[in-house]
Each structure stands twice: as structure tokens, then as C-alpha cells.
């Protein structure tokens, strides 16, 4: 992903994501004994972390990784338990694939407590729970063996595609990349198998209203940042569509990009707008909100994949991960503060649009589900989003750039560190191959 300028007339951007007030933050240990203890170890943890080399803990065994009772495990029902034994699958070290904007150890995030927790599934059919289960990067391997992957979406797709190479990378040596028509490419020759990301923010057909007539590629993507862009609803963007079929899962995602400024169209005429201007209004055109365009979309998609002609593999929609912004949003002083997850008896809401974004995937989802049986299509859902509410302590913060470096904002509260608490979808992703 390439920086993104500085654009400093948005400082009116909704992208305001779960808000927490500061009387919401967990409580903190009070007792003077119980505080002392606490600051003993934590200090210890810091100086392991510090001072010697991550260590990779022993992978879970292949039998025992997604069963329990025998019963159908659903891993995006538990909490973030803390494991002061829990150490990252890679580093900024180890990995070289890991964008600036991700990289928190690279600019000097002061704790790494955020590494601390692990995701402990308690749905049925989980078994245990045990905190301390690692994704087992060889099994994986295996189990894609000769097959394909494409990730389509914005630059959190893009940070997902990262967490699963920089893992595999462990395992597999350092894979080929490569680039070309907007497609990016990791090869791990010794499986034959290989990722694909190709960034598009909307998923359906678009481009810039005042730029070219072809879509832009990440390059420019500040410029589309600061829109706006006509988006054809009732068209997929062709150029991932048309590589689709060569590939065995197809991973979606992307919905933030909906609250910027947008044109909307509908067999090729103007349907509509968002944040269009008072031109757009005296011309009568509707006003369509984000979430409305965002629902459309996905349904395009979505029926597209369950009913694309040759295509026989794994669609996959993963759900909204929402942002943490307190006190504002993205250019008008909103932060995240947290410094550990939401404690799991309190309540935390999703913001909107974001809440209604995440229900609009998760009900065209179930309405393309039909259409995909009946083309010999899988359609699976990976719904992150309630998982990701409650981890407002793993954002870059200030420390997505360095100092005196501005990648267009300032405090990021959207995206995740890597390594993070996004490296569990790599679990919801092998549970979906594994055909659990």
C-alpha cells in the first residue's frame, strides 16, 4: 500500500467506527499490593520481549484444532483471555511483507501487551477452549496443497493477506512475490500454492469522478480517498471478477470506503449520491445513503460469485471489522486509548453506518446462499466483527508512521498492527476450508 498524501480538507470524515467514552474504559486494579504485583510482571514480560527473540510455541495438533464433542465448532463465539505465554507467529524482524502502516514494532509502539491475548473459542463444539492453541502453519499448508486463494478488497484485505503469509513464511521459507495488473502475488513453491490480493475499496465497477476512465490502483488511492467516485451498483468490478475463475476460494470483504463521496448508477444511468454537493441536489438527484449502496453491492457480488459461470471453489465474505475512534473520528481528534480488550461483561455497541453495514453483509449473505448450492458453489461467511468490537487496544494509534512521517492521518484507529489480534482469522479461514 502506498502512503497515503496528506489531504487535510477531510477533517469532516464519518468513519467513526465502536466510540467509547473514557468512563467506559475497564476498570484498574486499585489494591497497593495487588497493583505492585502487577507492574512486576508486567515489566518482566517487557524486558522477554525486549531483550531476546520471539519464540514460536509448539503447533496444536491437526485432530484436536477445531473439535471437541464432535459437534460443528463456531470459533467467532468466545473472548480474548490473556496468555502472558502467548508469543506472536512472526515479527517485523521475520517478515518483510508487512505494510508501514501496520507496522507498530517498526515505530516504537511502547507496549506490546496487545500480544498478550489470545482468542478462546466457546461455542459448541470447541472442546476446551484452551487460550494457548496455535494456528498450525504446516497443516495449513498442506491442506491447500496445489490450490489458490484471492483476496479482494481494501487495505484491511490487504493486511489480512499479509497475516497469512507472514505466518506461512514461518513454515515455508520466504514465498516469490510478484506484482502485475493490479494484482499482488505470494508463491510458496514447495506446496504449489499461492495468495492473490487485488485491492478494489468497492468491490462492484467504479472510478474516479474527475480521473480516468478506468478505476485507479493503490497507488492512488488518496485520491479516491478524497472522492468522489462513481460506483456502478449493479456491476462486479471486472477485473477481479474475470480472474475469479482461475482461482479455488475467493475471499471478499471492504465497506468502509462506502462513507466517502460517491455517484451512484444503476444500468449505466445515475441512480443517486452520497455527499454529492448542492449541483447533485438542484439536479434532483436522490440521495442514497452509504449503507443502502453498501447492502447493494455486496447482493451484486455476492449473487455473482454463487452464480459465475465456471467457477466451482469457496466464496468467502468476511464481515466488517469496526474501528475504535473515541472523542471524534479519523480528522477531527478522534484516538483509541485502550490498552487491553473489552473486559467481556461490558457491553460494547458498533457504530453506525459500520452496524448497518455488517447486518447488510450478514442478510445478502443468506439470500445468495440458495443460488450458490444450487452452482455447485461455496458460500461460507466469516463473521469477525463481533470479535474485532473487542479489541480496541490493537490499532497503530500513533504508531502507523513515524515520527515526523504523516501517511494522511494521523491517528488510526481502522486498521490493526501486525502482528495482532487480526492473525485469528487465519483460524475462521482454515475452520472454513477444513470444511468444518
Known sequence: ???????????????????????????????????????????????????????????????????????????????WVRDPAARPYYTNATCAFIEGYQNCMKHGRPSLEFLRWRWRSEGAGCGDGVPGRRFDAGRFLRLVRGKSILFVGDSL???HVRSLVCTLSQVDGSPERSSSGGFERWRFPAHGFTVAFFWTPFQVRWRLTRGPPEPVGPDRQGEVFAGPSDLHLDEPDPRWAAAARDHDVVVMSASHWFARPAVYYRGGRVAGCHGCGAAALANATALIKPEQAQRAAFRTV??????????????????????HYENGG???????????PADPEDPVEIAE?????????????????????????RLRLMDVTKMMLRRPDGHPDRYGHGAGEHE?????????????????????????????
Open 1 to 79: 500500500m502506498t502512503a497515503l498524501p496528506v489531504i487535510p480538507s477531510l477533517r469532516g470524515l464519518l468513519l467513526t467506527g465502536a466510540r467509547r467514552t473514557r468512563h467506559a474504559v475497564p476498570k484498574i486494579i486499585t489494591s497497593v499490593p495487588a497493583l505492585a504485583a502487577f507492574l512486576i510482571l508486567a515489566a518482566a514480560t517487557f524486558l522477554v520481549i525486549s531483550l531476546g527473540p520471539f519464540q514460536r510455541s509448539p503447533t496444536s495438533s491437526s485432530s484436536s484444532l477445531f473439535s471437541g464433542s464432535g459437534a460443528a465448532c463456531d470459533l467467532t463465539r468466545g473472548q
Open 157 to 159: 484485505a490487504s493486511s
Open 302 to 323: 455476492l449473487r455473482a460469485l454463487a452464480g459465475m459461470e465456471g467457477f466451482r471453489g469457496t466464496a468467502i465474505l468476511r464481515t466488517v471489522a469496526p474501528t
Open 330 to 340: 479519523w480528522f477531527d481528534g478522534g484516538e483509541c486509548t485502550a490498552t487491553k
Open 353 to 377: 453506518p459500520e452496524g448497518e453495514f455488517y447486518r447488510a453483509q450478514v442478510e445478502e449473505f443468506a439470500a445468495a446462499e440458495e443460488d450458490a448450492r444450487r452452482n455447485g458453489v
Open 408 to 436: 494522511g492521518f494521523d491517528i488510526d484507529c481502522l486498521h490493526w498492527c501486525l502482528p495482532g489480534p487480526i492473525d485469528v482469522w487465519n483460524d475462521l479461514l482454515f475452520q472454513i476450508l477444513a470444511g468444518r
